[in-house]
């Protein structure tokens, strides 16, 4: 076998109309399809980065919360690249959203951050 990239993250979230709004209209990603399931009274939006890998974002009535601290086993965060971290930054902040301190990985020497959508998952910025 071999992998050739990722193709998909999927996110459940607990208000669907925030989260799409979020997702769009904040991040600007770009809508592929959107189905409601009515049997299943869910929402499944799939989102595109502009590499073609997608987002897919799930409504599911009365999800659990997720565990995020403490830090629980699974997926950690989602990290997004972006060209340059200060301008992506001020562009959250002009928006509403509160993004962590600039920190710079000391084994790449590249600068990140963090933030979290409407539900506290973790999503990184890191800079190419």
């Given at each position: 076998m071999r992998l050739e990239r990722t193709h998909h993250a999927a996110?459940?979230?607990?208000?669907?109309?925030?989260s799409?709004?979020?997702?769009?209209e904040v991040l600007g990603l770009a809508v592929v399809r959107e189905v409601h399931r009515r049997e299943?009274?869910?929402?499944?939006?799939?989102?595109?980065l502009s590499d073609g890998t997608q987002?897919?974002?799930?409504?599911?009535?009365?999800?659990p919360p997720r565990p995020s601290y403490p830090e629980a086993c699974g997926l950690r965060h989602l990290a997004?690249?972006?060209?340059?971290?200060?301008?992506?930054?001020?562009?959250?902040?002009?928006?509403g959203?509160?993004?962590?301190?600039?920190?710079?990985?000391?084994?790449?020497?590249?600068r990140f951050t963090f933030f979290a959508d409407p539900d506290g998952l973790p999503l990184e910025l890191y800079e190419a």
């Open positions: 996110i459940i979230c607990s208000d669907y109309t925030r799409r709004r979020f997702y769009v299943r009274d869910s929402y499944k939006l799939d989102l595109a987002i897919e974002l799930f409504s599911f009535p009365s999800p997004f690249e972006v060209a340059d971290l200060d301008e992506s930054v001020r562009e959250l902040g002009s928006r959203v509160a993004v962590e301190p600039v920190r710079v990985d000391e084994h790449t020497g590249k």
